[in-house]
Structures are given as C-alpha cells and as structure tokens.
Nanobody, 126 residues
Framework: QLVESGGGLVQAGGSLRLSCTASRRTLSNYAVGWFRQAPGKEREFVAAISGIGGNTNYADSVKGRFTISRDNAKNTVYLQMNSLKPEDTAVYYC?????????????????????WGQGTQVTVSS
C-alpha cells in the first residue's frame, strides 16, 4: 500500500511538498508516478520517476515548477510543487509499478501501475 501526505491549502505562488511512502515494500524497486484529479475532470499524469535508474518525466503543465525525487534511505518519493496555481487544485495520487523495466523507465499511463495510494488534497487559492 502507498500512502500520500503533505497536501493542504496554499495561496497561489506558494509551495507544497508531497510525500509517497510504502509500508512493507521497498520503493527503490518501483517506478513511481504522481497523478491528479480535479472535480469533474479525468485523472491526469503529473510526474514520474523510474526505479533505481532515477529517470524523470513531467507533464508540460508542471515542467519547471514541479520536481519529483526519491530518497531510498527513507523509502519515500517526493513531489516538490513550486509556483502553485489555482488550476493545480486537485486530489494528488501516487502510484507504483514493480515489474518489467520499472527500474529504468517512467510511465505516464495510470493503467501501467499496479499500486495506488488513497490521495491527498491540494487546494490553491487565488
């Protein structure tokens, strides 16, 4: 099971750091992705990081503002979100994949992940 934390309410232009941890699993073996879903909208890809390889990928809408990283010693993947905008408001989910080439590839499609967290709410006020 994956667990997200770090969401909250922030003003536009502010920052938040989301964390994704795993109980009874070693996240360093997983490719991890962050996705978000706003009310009335479909879930969309935000950012991804490969397993041991550490390759990263970002949605165009967050490039230059968000950074995905991992701390394997803490078994945690982070999503640092800077220069937040009201349109970033959504429930943010982390997802993990531990098969195939997950150690070196990133995945932008949610269907390719086999573990999901429950989500954390991020609200950006204007």
């Amino acid at each position: 099971q994956l667990v997200e934390s770090g969401g909250g309410l922030v003003q536009a232009g502010g920052s938040l750091r989301l964390s994704c941890t795993a109980s009874r699993r070693t996240l360093s073996n997983y490719a991890v992705g962050w996705f978000r879903q706003a009310p009335g909208k479909e879930r969309e890809f935000v950012a991804a990081i490969s397993g041991i390889g550490g390759n990263t990928n970002y949605a165009d809408s967050v490039k230059g503002r968000f950074t995905i990283s991992r701390d394997n010693a803490k078994n945690t993947v982070y999503l640092q979100m800077n220069s937040l905008k009201p349109e970033d408001t959504a429930v943010y989910y982390c997802a993990g994949r531990n098969y195939g080439d997950s150690w070196r590839l990133t995945y932008t499609r949610g269907a390719l992940y086999n573990y999901w967290g429950q989500g954390t709410q991020v609200t950006v006020s204007s």
